[in-house]
């Protein structure tokens, strides 16, 4: 998410809630990994963007991956070194 401000080593704090707003930053479980993506709403479609446009965005309701909301992005902890 280095688009979005997210370095590597970086920490997000979350706050767990099960729903989002539209451009969110979420953490969603996807299968048995998690991962944190914007949540885009287009008419009653959701999906999972990622800040890189190179990754193609994730429908949320597909079937294989069945991901859910865990919480939405409220702040970064970032150490300087």
Not at 27 to 53: C, M, Q, W, Y
Request: net charge negative; proline share 7%.
């Amino acid at each position: 998410m280095i688009g979005a401000g997210i370095n590597e080593d970086d920490h997000v704090i979350v706050q767990q809630q099960e729903t989002a707003r539209n451009g969110d930053i979420v953490v969603a479980l996807l299968g048995d990994e998690t991962t944190v993506k914007f949540l885009r709403i287009s008419g009653k479609e959701l999906f999972l963007e990622a800040a890189n446009p190179a990754y193609p965005p994730i429908p949320f309701t597909a079937k294989a991956h069945e991901p859910k909301i865990l919480g939405r992005v409220v702040g970064l902890y970032r150490s300087i070194p």
